[in-house]
């Protein structure tokens, strides 16, 4: 970039050709108010106020949308810009309604701060008031659009960072104000409640609806502390408001280089309310006569440690478990392992997050070599090509959606694999409408075909990559006419994808739809072939973005929460690292693998489980077949659940812990591209509750010869020394995962080939039942989380209202007699469930779609209890059920 | 009364010519507001579908020209100058005069969809003052008896129409 040189109030600066004036200012200290001005929007120069006048020839420009040029030479603060300042501020102000003494923006006000730096107290201007009609019936957002000073912060926001377009400028002149379509309220529109607007507006016109209750809080946050989201596996980084003890507002972090930037979404951004509900637990419990009692905490971990260490000197130590927490911090997963494998000598260590697809992502990640595992969404915008295969971001990880959506703007072509038309379907070049469920035939046949090799003999590429002749002889896997009849997919939309993705090095977004899919354990494998044949390994903008539900899935599993893993994904089954972790630990390791979340309902039913520690968890909510989940942990001698809320789960415990939320202690979270971020408590835990990590601290000082760490810092320098793989785990602020080893140039060489192992799997038969007709598809709405255990105590969800209805395809509903809103009956051979109806016109003949988390996540009735890994698993997506009228 | 029924099938044959189009927004809302003398709020999800923009975005530029109407105006629209050279040869009375006849204020459209009464600032045709337009047709030296035949004259040809 050519370097040119300017003077800007009389300074010399430096610059490259093209840069701002505003931004050259910036860059040399001088200050220029702006309030339009934002570092990710394209400047627009709507609110005039960054104007500088040109000494030259005496021109008054903007300078956030004029480019510096050689020798220019401009004034920042002359008499004449500041006059001209004050006057477009006293215009503001003049249009403005007077209310800033009860304006709960107060001293954040960008308005405000501009006039006050001014000095304008009084316009002395005839007042001009632009009465907007009040608009405060969604329980997220206020529009207050009479204090809107066209700064048009909110639509760009919208169009260029979330890109939903749910606003945008309507009339001209006096009139001209945001507007939905229609001028519908906002949750009549396509608003997805992100917020993005909320915190980025300059004034009072957009704020948060505070969540309804006794205490409704008023006016600005005391203070504001830095902290991690705890619900999806993004790991946006907030900036939580908080008044006493209370945190009343949250907002996108403002630090640098965060994953999320300036946007949330409506979780991260209004579901935080869940943190001050009632139902939060504060006092130990135990339960006497069938009713908890309130406990000492001393007394409630002598009991627990008791009863464990008798449970395991009677049965063995097969007999006790230990459930937890894709949710927990990273260092608390860690001391809750080891702490089961040191003093209670059993591997049953599992989380949930397994369970619903972390078991097949550590698959991925061996079937890769570990060559993977950090994968940053900033990236997304050098991609070649993406592919999203059975994922839905707008509702399951809205970040990530942001990241496609903006790179599909940017030119960059996105092929999306989904069966109905989700709102990424219109950002695809691409929309492949499979059939649920036959993406394994579809991924291998793109495998096969895409092989570079393609053309060589079969024998030499079945060397290379081996089970390709399997591939290519099991009846025509690579015949686009066959392919194209298993997965309901046409010969030229086939061929037009396998041209879009020749030659590219793919960057391949992985959600539930295919981790949790009856071929899940080969569909996932099929992934990992394609990406390695296209050369994806260790590019940048390539790779597998894999859509972790959870904010901790992944650390969770890095730290050892998995029946056969030590922490550092190290395998047991290796008795060098068993032994390495012995020494580590000054103690005798068991190495038989432990049971899996299914396995150890299992083995609660069958009376081989006697004693189960469950901690950030709610089972009875979660997992599928919920009355055989709480038939078999009923069965159980002991079970301890540690957790935030009263759940289904501490409802059946014998002994209740109340642990801390993220946001009440310290701890890390590893996000879903590998980055470690490390936070610090914004206000002190409810009552009497303690954090996790303290409570697990001391509880194994109870079971066995065991220093209490003390502090949370003890517990990281021991993670950084025994787990190299986090040896960048910091105090404070963010790392990264670090790779064992090392990605760098292993496209396209024989290396790569030698990781490639095709399975010729087949999807099974898919021909209809006829006494299950329709092919019911269960996800997420994005108002909720996993199973809904935290948002569905959110107040402002509550108000919201969702119900959750089932989604069937319009010519269905009219077969059926159905309207919308009609009660229905769906059962599939595990279970039934009632809902409404709500005809959805981008679903196909046959198929329903059932939204989790609402109900009491009834809709887990429907599916069998089943391990992902096992391959008779019939999965967790979709299941087959009947419709019957109520 | 009802405003005239769309033909979507017209509608949709329209978009589809423009579908796709980079810079086709404006001409598509030109042929649209022709066609059908507005622009149904119906028509705004599938206009920006077709070319690739936010439902919003189209209604944006729909509600910022006064070219394109979200309701259907009636099948003559009247538009009075009120222009310098208008106003002093009497446009103020003519208003008036057509507002008593019509029952209609500014900006108002008839009941039965047949007139919108309008006013806009020039008509450019100053030599022919007082003027009015009727739908595309100029109308000048206009005085209260000529005012009342020409009103007269629209109102029996919509009779004729329906003879």
Same mark, same amino acid.
């Given at each position: 970039?050519?370097?040119?040189?300017?003077?800007?109030?009389?300074?010399?600066?430096?610059?490259?050709?093209?840069?701002?004036?505003?931004?050259?200012?910036?860059?040399?200290?001088?200050?220029?108010?702006?309030?339009?001005?934002?570092?990710?929007?394209?400047?627009?120069?709507?609110?005039?106020?960054?104007?500088?006048?040109?000494?030259?020839?005496?021109?008054?420009?903007?300078?956030?949308?004029?480019?510096?040029?050689?020798?220019?030479?401009?004034?920042?603060?002359?008499?004449?810009?500041?006059?001209?300042?004050?006057?477009?501020?006293?215009?503001?102000?003049?249009?403005?309604?007077?209310?800033?003494?009860?304006?709960?923006?107060?001293?954040?006000?960008?308005?405000?701060?501009?006039?006050?730096?001014?000095?304008?107290?009084?316009?002395?201007?005839?007042?001009?008031?632009?009465?907007?009609?009040?608009?405060?019936?969604?329980?997220?957002?206020?529009?207050?659009?009479?204090?809107?000073?066209?700064?048009?912060?909110?639509?760009?926001?919208?169009?260029?960072?979330?890109?939903?377009?749910?606003?945008?400028?309507?009339?001209?002149?006096?009139?001209?104000?945001?507007?939905?379509?229609?001028?519908?309220?906002?949750?009549?529109? $396509?608003?997805?409640?992100?917020?993005?607007?909320?915190?980025?507006?300059?004034?009072?016109?957009?704020?948060?609806?505070?969540?309804?209750?006794?205490?409704?809080?008023?006016?600005?946050?005391?203070?504001?502390?830095?902290?991690?989201?705890?619900?999806?596996?993004?790991?946006?980084?907030?900036?939580?408001?908080?008044?006493?003890?209370?945190?009343?507002?949250?907002?996108?972090?403002?630090?640098?280089?965060?994953?999320?930037?300036?946007?949330?979404?409506?979780?991260?951004?209004?579901?935080?309310?869940?943190?001050?509900?009632?139902?939060?637990?504060?006092?130990?419990?135990?339960?006497?006569?069938?009713?908890?009692?309130?406990?000492?905490?001393?007394?409630?971990?002598?009991?627990?440690? $008791?009863?464990?260490?008798?449970?395991?000197?009677?049965?063995?130590?097969?007999?006790?478990?230990?459930?937890?927490?894709?949710?927990?911090?990273?260092?608390?997963?860690?001391?809750?392992?080891?702490?089961?494998?040191?003093?209670?000598?059993?591997?049953?260590?599992?989380?949930?997050?397994?369970?619903?697809?972390?078991?097949?992502?550590?698959?991925?990640?061996?079937?890769?070599?570990?060559?993977?595992?950090?994968?940053?969404?900033?990236?997304?915008?050098?991609?070649?090509?993406?592919?999203?295969?059975?994922?839905?971001?707008?509702?399951?990880?809205?970040?990530?959606?942001?990241?496609?959506?903006?790179?599909?703007?940017?030119?960059?072509?996105?092929?999306?694999?989904?069966?109905?038309?989700?709102?990424?379907?219109?950002?695809?070049?691409?929309?492949?409408?499979?059939?649920?469920?036959?993406?394994?035939?579809?991924?291998?046949?793109?495998?096969?075909?895409?092989?570079?090799?393609?053309?060589?003999?079969?024998?030499?590429?079945?060397?290379?990559?081996?089970?390709?002749?399997?591939?290519?002889?099991?009846?025509? $896997?690579?015949?686009?006419?066959?392919?194209?009849?298993?997965?309901?997919?046409?010969?030229?939309?086939?061929?037009?994808?396998?041209?879009?993705?020749?030659?590219?090095?793919?960057?391949?977004?992985?959600?539930?739809?295919?981790?949790?899919?009856?071929?899940?354990?080969?569909?996932?494998?099929?992934?990992?072939?394609?990406?390695?044949?296209?050369?994806?390994?260790?590019?940048?903008?390539?790779?597998?973005?894999?859509?972790?539900?959870?904010?901790?899935?992944?650390?969770?599993?890095?730290?050892?929460?998995?029946?056969?893993?030590?922490?550092?994904?190290?395998?047991?089954?290796?008795?060098?690292?068993?032994?390495?972790?012995?020494?580590?630990?000054?103690?005798?390791?068991?190495?038989?693998?432990?049971?899996?979340?299914?396995?150890?309902?299992?083995?609660?039913?069958?009376?081989?489980?006697?004693?189960?520690?469950?901690?950030?968890?709610?089972?009875?909510?979660?997992?599928?077949?919920?009355?055989?989940?709480?038939?078999?942990?009923?069965?159980?001698?002991?079970?301890?659940?540690?957790?935030?809320?009263?759940?289904?789960?501490?409802?059946?415990?014998?002994?209740?812990?109340?642990?801390?939320?993220?946001?009440?202690?310290?701890?890390?979270?590893?996000?879903?591209?590998?980055?470690?971020?490390?936070?610090?408590?914004?206000?002190?835990?409810?009552?009497?509750?303690?954090?996790?990590?303290?409570?697990?601290?001391?509880?194994?000082?109870?079971?066995?010869?065991?220093?209490?760490?003390?502090?949370?810092?003890?517990?990281?320098?021991?993670?950084?020394?025994?787990?190299?793989?986090?040896?960048?785990?910091?105090?404070?602020?963010?790392?990264?995962?670090?790779?064992?080893?090392?990605?760098?140039?292993?496209?396209?060489?024989?290396?790569?080939?030698?990781?490639?192992?095709?399975?010729?799997?087949?999807?099974?038969?898919?021909?209809?039942?006829?006494?299950?007709?329709?092919?019911?598809?269960?996800?997420?709405?994005?108002?909720?989380?996993?199973?809904?255990?935290?948002?569905?105590?959110?107040?402002?969800?509550?108000?919201?209202?969702?119900?959750?209805?089932?989604?069937?395809?319009?010519?269905?509903?009219?077969?059926?007699?159905?309207?919308?809103?009609?009660?229905?009956?769906?059962?599939?051979?595990?279970?039934?469930?009632?809902?409404?109806?709500?005809?959805?016109?981008?679903?196909?003949?046959?198929?329903?779609?059932?939204?989790?988390?609402?109900?009491?996540?009834?809709?887990?009735?429907?599916?069998?209890?089943?391990?992902?890994?096992?391959?008779? $698993?019939?999965?967790?997506?979709?299941?087959?059920?009947?419709?019957?009228?109520? | 009364?009802?405003?005239?029924?769309?033909?979507?099938?017209?509608?949709?044959?329209?978009?589809?010519?423009?579908?796709?189009?980079?810079?086709?927004?404006?001409?598509?809302?030109?042929?649209?507001?022709?066609?059908?003398?507005?622009?149904?709020?119906?028509?705004?999800?599938?206009?920006?579908?077709?070319?690739?923009?936010?439902?919003?975005?189209?209604?944006?530029?729909?509600?910022?020209?006064?070219?394109?109407?979200?309701?259907?105006?009636?099948?003559?629209?009247?538009?009075?100058?009120?222009?310098?050279?208008?106003?002093?040869?009497?446009?103020?009375?003519?208003?008036?005069?057509?507002?008593?006849?019509?029952?209609?204020?500014?900006?108002?459209?008839?009941?039965?969809?047949?007139?919108?009464?309008?006013?806009?600032?020039?008509?450019?045709?100053?030599?022919?003052?007082?003027?009015?337009?009727?739908?595309?047709?100029?109308?000048?030296?206009?005085?209260?008896?000529?005012?009342?035949?020409?009103?007269?004259?629209?109102?029996?040809?919509?009779?004729?129409?329906?003879?």
């Amino acid at each position: 970039m050519k370097q040119i040189s300017l003077s800007i109030d009389g300074k010399i600066v430096d610059c490259s050709a093209g840069t701002s004036l505003l931004k050259a200012a910036e860059a040399n200290g001088i200050k220029i108010p702006r309030l339009c001005d934002h570092p990710e929007l394209k400047p627009v120069g709507a609110c005039r106020l960054c104007i500088v006048e040109d000494q030259k020839t005496g021109r008054i420009m903007a300078s956030c949308v004029t480019p510096a040029a050689q020798d220019m030479a401009v004034l920042t603060d002359s008499d004449r810009i500041k006059n001209h300042r004050r006057n477009i501020v006293r215009l503001m102000m003049a249009e403005h309604p007077e209310s800033c003494l009860v304006c709960n923006k107060g001293n954040r006000c960008r308005l405000r701060q501009v006039a006050a730096e001014l000095g304008i107290g009084e316009t002395r201007l005839y007042a001009m008031p632009n009465a907007s009609p009040f608009e405060q019936a969604n329980p997220f957002i206020i529009r207050d659009l009479s204090k809107c000073i066209l700064c048009g912060k909110c639509i760009r926001a919208d169009h260029e960072l979330v890109v939903v377009g749910a606003i945008d400028y309507n009339h001209r002149g006096f009139k001209s104000r945001p507007a939905t379509v229609h001028e519908l309220p906002l949750e009549n529109s $396509s608003c997805t409640f992100c917020g993005t607007c909320v915190s980025i507006c300059p004034t009072g016109a957009l704020s948060p609806h505070a969540p309804a209750g006794d205490r409704p809080f008023v006016g600005t946050p005391e203070r504001e502390i830095q902290s991690i989201c705890g619900f999806c596996g993004v790991g946006c980084a907030l900036a939580m408001g908080t008044a006493g003890d209370r945190i009343v507002e949250v907002n996108p972090s403002q630090l640098p280089g965060t994953v999320n930037k300036s946007t949330l979404c409506v979780r991260g951004h209004f579901a935080h309310d869940f943190l001050n509900a009632a139902e939060r637990l504060t006092h130990p419990a135990i339960v006497k006569d069938g009713q908890p009692v309130s406990a000492a905490w001393e007394e409630a971990l002598k009991l627990i440690a $008791s009863r464990f260490l008798e449970i395991k000197k009677a049965e063995g130590p097969q007999s006790v478990a230990f459930w937890g927490s894709s949710k927990c911090t990273n260092e608390e997963n860690y001391l809750f392992q080891k702490m089961a494998r040191v003093f209670l000598e059993t591997n049953h260590v599992d989380n949930i997050g397994n369970f619903f697809g972390q078991s097949l992502v550590r698959r991925m990640d061996e079937q890769a070599g570990g060559k993977c595992r950090i994968n940053r969404l900033q990236d997304l915008d050098k991609a070649q090509v993406i592919l999203v295969l059975g994922a839905n971001p707008t509702h399951s990880t809205p970040v990530v959606a942001y990241y496609l959506k903006r790179a599909a703007r940017q030119g960059i072509p996105l092929v999306v694999v989904e069966p109905r038309e989700t709102e990424l379907v219109h950002y695809a070049a691409l929309w492949l409408r499979i059939k649920p469920q036959t993406d394994l035939e579809l991924i291998n046949g793109l495998a096969g075909l895409l092989h570079p090799k393609m053309g060589d003999a079969p024998a030499l590429i079945d060397q290379q990559t081996p089970g390709f002749n399997a591939l290519g002889a099991s009846s025509g $896997s690579l015949e686009l006419e066959r392919i194209g009849r298993i997965t309901g997919l046409d010969v030229r939309t086939l061929e037009k994808t396998i041209e879009l993705l020749r030659g590219k090095k793919p960057a391949i977004v992985v959600g539930n739809g295919i981790l949790q899919q009856k071929y899940g354990i080969h569909s996932s494998a099929a992934v990992m072939n394609l990406l390695l044949i296209g050369g994806g390994l260790g590019v940048t903008g390539a790779g597998i973005y894999m859509l972790a539900g959870e904010n901790n899935q992944i650390g969770a599993m890095d730290m050892g929460s998995a029946p056969d893993l030590f922490p550092g994904r190290e395998p047991l089954a290796d008795d060098g690292v068993r032994r390495a972790w012995e020494q580590r630990w000054n103690t005798k390791l068991p190495s038989n693998p432990g049971f899996t979340v299914a396995g150890m309902i299992e083995a609660a039913e069958k009376g081989i489980l006697k004693a189960l520690y469950i901690m950030g968890e709610n089972p009875l909510r979660s997992l599928p077949q919920p009355q055989r989940v709480k038939e078999a942990l009923q069965k159980l001698d002991f079970l301890v659940v540690q957790d935030i809320l009263n759940t289904e789960t501490t409802q059946i415990a014998d002994v209740i812990l109340p642990g801390a939320a993220f946001s009440e202690k310290k701890g890390s979270f590893t996000n879903l591209e590998g980055r470690i971020q490390s936070f610090s408590e914004v206000v002190s835990p409810p009552g009497d509750a303690r954090p996790d990590w303290e409570i697990l601290d001391q509880l194994a000082v109870r079971l066995g010869k065991h220093n209490a760490y003390g502090s949370l810092e003890k517990i990281r320098t021991e993670i950084r020394e025994f787990v190299p793989m986090y040896k960048d785990l910091q105090d404070c602020g963010q790392g990264w995962i670090t790779e064992t080893h090392p990605s760098a140039g292993v496209a396209d060489t024989a290396a790569a080939d030698s990781l490639i192992s095709f399975s010729a799997a087949e999807s099974a038969d898919q021909s209809p039942d006829k006494d299950y007709p329709f092919e019911a598809l269960l996800g997420a709405l994005r108002f909720h989380l996993g199973s809904g255990t935290r948002s569905t105590h959110s107040q402002r969800m509550i108000s919201f209202g969702i119900k959750g209805e089932i989604g069937i395809s319009p010519e269905d509903g009219v077969a059926l007699g159905l309207q919308n809103g009609d009660r229905v009956a769906i059962a599939s051979k595990y279970g039934g469930i009632e809902r409404e109806i709500r005809m959805e016109e981008g679903l196909g003949r046959g198929q329903v779609y059932i939204p989790l988390a609402v109900n009491g996540n009834d809709a887990m009735n429907l599916i069998g209890l089943s391990d992902l890994t096992e391959p008779g $698993s019939s999965g967790l997506k979709m299941c087959r059920v009947r419709l019957s009228k109520v | 009364m009802e405003p005239p029924e769309i033909n979507w099938d017209k509608m949709q044959s329209i978009i589809d010519q423009h579908r796709g189009e980079k810079w086709g927004l404006i001409p598509l809302l030109q042929e649209i507001q022709e066609e059908f003398g507005y622009i149904p709020p119906t028509a705004i999800e599938p206009v920006a579908k077709a070319l690739n923009l936010f439902p919003s975005q189209v209604q944006g530029v729909i509600t910022f020209y006064a070219g394109f109407a979200l309701k259907p105006k009636g099948k003559y629209v009247l538009k009075v100058c009120r222009g310098t050279a208008c106003h002093v040869k009497g446009s103020r009375s003519i208003i008036r005069l057509m507002q008593k006849e019509l029952n209609l204020k500014e900006g108002e459209t008839s009941a039965d969809y047949q007139f919108t009464l309008e006013t806009v600032a020039c008509l450019g045709a100053c030599f022919l003052a007082p003027t009015m337009l009727v739908n595309r047709s100029y109308f000048g030296k206009l005085a209260p008896a000529r005012v009342t035949s020409l009103l007269d004259h629209y109102r029996k040809s919509k009779e004729d129409k329906t003879k």
